[in-house]
Every structure is written in structure tokens, then in C-alpha cells.
């Protein structure tokens, strides 16, 4: 058993990534904390990059010289999507699911973003099983994933994600 006065921290260093097996084992994790990803810089190239696949190319987000003079965030910030967009690479890292043959991005609900990213900000994601409701073929999971800034005070992104695994 860990011990009571470990950090916040030093516990999610020490947090395995949670693996699950089939149906069963997907329902086994609901109300469950499974984790949390690897920190990943957010850098000013894939600001530029998801613009470009965007269209978005409000200058907070791609012109660092204004956004230093005259944004209310002290520099360029990532698109709030592009956020959510990071959530692809950083879920996986977190639970790993066996036995279906398929997954999908079933949606996303309640998608918010209380705290700008800062470009150079580095960032983590971290989950909780809600649901795990079967239907005809398969399992769709609702987990809530929290984007963190390393050394920020409030979340980048709270987000229900909804995903469907198929047998």
C-alpha cells in the first residue's frame, strides 16, 4: 500500500497504465480513476499546424510577437481544439483495452476549457471511467479526461469522451 503523505505527483508516477479485457473487464472500471499520460509539449509549430488544418488563424495563436504585446495571456496559447485533438495520442497512454476488434471515437459531450494553454506549456491528461454501457456488438465507455498544465492551477480541458469497442 502507498504511503499516506505521497504527493499528488509522486502517486501518478507510480500509477501503472490500467489495462482491461473484454466487456467484463471494461464495466469493472467504471467509477475508477485509470491514470494519467506522459507530459507532452505543446510547441508553436503544431499551433501553426493545427491552424493551417483548421483555418484558424487568430493571431493569440499564431503571431507570437502580438500575442506577447498585446494578448491578455502573455504570449501565443494553443487552440482550445487543438487541446481536445491531443487526446488521440494521450488516452491510449492512459487505459489500454483488449478484446474487441475495433474502436471508435464515439463523440465528445461537456467540453470545456478553463485555463489557456501557453505555447512551450507542457500537458498531461487524465482519466476516469463513468460508464461502460454494452450494446449489440460491443461496449461504449464514457470516461471524463482532465487536460492539466504542468505547474497551472486550473484544468486546460474537461471533457466526457465517449468511445465504442466492438467484438
Known amino acids: 500500500m502507498e504511503s499516506a503523505n505521497q504527493t499528488v505527483h509522486e502517486e501518478a508516477e507510480l500509477m501503472a497504465q490500467t489495462t482491461a479485457d ?18 507532452v509539449e505543446v510547441t508553436q509549430e503544431q499551433v501553426d499546424q493545427f491552424a493551417e488544418a483548421t ?33 488521440p495520442s494521450l488516452v491510449p497512454q492512459i487505459v489500454e483495452i483488449s478484446g474487441f476488434r475495433m474502436g ?46 504542468e505547474g497551472g492551477s486550473k484544468p486546460a480541458m474537461v471533457a466526457t469522451v465517449v468511445y465504442r469497442r466492438y467484438l
Open 104 to 149: 471508435v471515437n464515439y463523440g465528445t459531450e461537456k467540453v470545456r476549457f478553463p485555463s489557456p494553454v501557453p505555447v512551450g506549456a507542457r500537458v498531461r491528461a487524465g482519466a476516469t471511467m463513468e460508464a461502460a454501457t454494452p450494446f449489440e456488438g460491443g461496449v461504449q465507455m464514457s470516461l471524463t479526461v482532465t487536460v492539466e498544465i
Open 55 to 87: 483555418g484558424d488563424h487568430q493571431w493569440i495563436h499564431v503571431d507570437p510577437e502580438r500575442a506577447k504585446k498585446e494578448s491578455p495571456f502573455g504570449g501565443p496559447i494553443a487552440h482550445g481544439y487543438l487541446t481536445l485533438s491531443l487526446l
Open 22 to 39: 473484454g466487456v467484463e473487464g471494461v464495466q469493472g472500471l467504471v467509477g475508477q480513476h485509470l491514470g494519467y499520460s506522459d507530459w
